[in-house]
């Protein structure tokens, strides 16, 4: 069974860090590009960051571009999002996501990646 187990959620203050991990089972991720969306409180989901499946290419949402940075332990089929400088505005529930077909792409980020296998998500709320 494909499986993606997102972890490292928690409180933060602003200007604070946060490592998520986003840990799969079931398949590999050289056969997946992978993605981190992001739900606040009564927003839609947004695409924040996405890693093709050979770990050369990332993209980034424009509004963490420069703060966080996502990356991909292929030996261990785990992908991480680094959370930096975080902001009030970071706050929600972050899911990881994974998909053998569609690849990552800044239009498919901006469109919310649209992923098939999806994580339970991961809690961050950063106080200002």
């Known amino acids: 069974e494909v499986q993606l187990q997102a972890s490292g959620g928690g409180f933060v203050q602003a200007g604070g860090s946060l490592r998520l991990s986003c840990a799969a089972s079931?398949?590999?991720?050289?056969?997946?590009?992978i993605g981190w969306v992001r739900q606040a409180p009564g927003k839609e989901r947004e695409g924040v960051s996405c890693i093709n499946r050979s770990g050369r290419s990332t993209y980034y949402s424009d509004p963490v571009k420069g703060r966080f940075i996502i990356s991909s332990d292929n030996d261990k089929n785990t992908v991480y999002l680094q959370m930096n400088s975080l902001k009030p505005e970071d706050t929600g529930v972050y899911y990881c996501?994974?998909?053998?077909?569609?690849?990552?792409?800044?239009?498919?980020?901006?469109?919310?990646?649209?992923?098939?296998?999806w994580g339970q998500g991961t809690l961050v709320t950063v106080s200002s």
């Open positions: 996501t994974a998909d053998a077909r569609r690849r990552c792409s800044p239009p498919r980020l901006r469109d919310g990646l649209g992923y098939d296998v």
């Open positions: 079931g398949f590999t991720f050289d056969d997946y590009d």
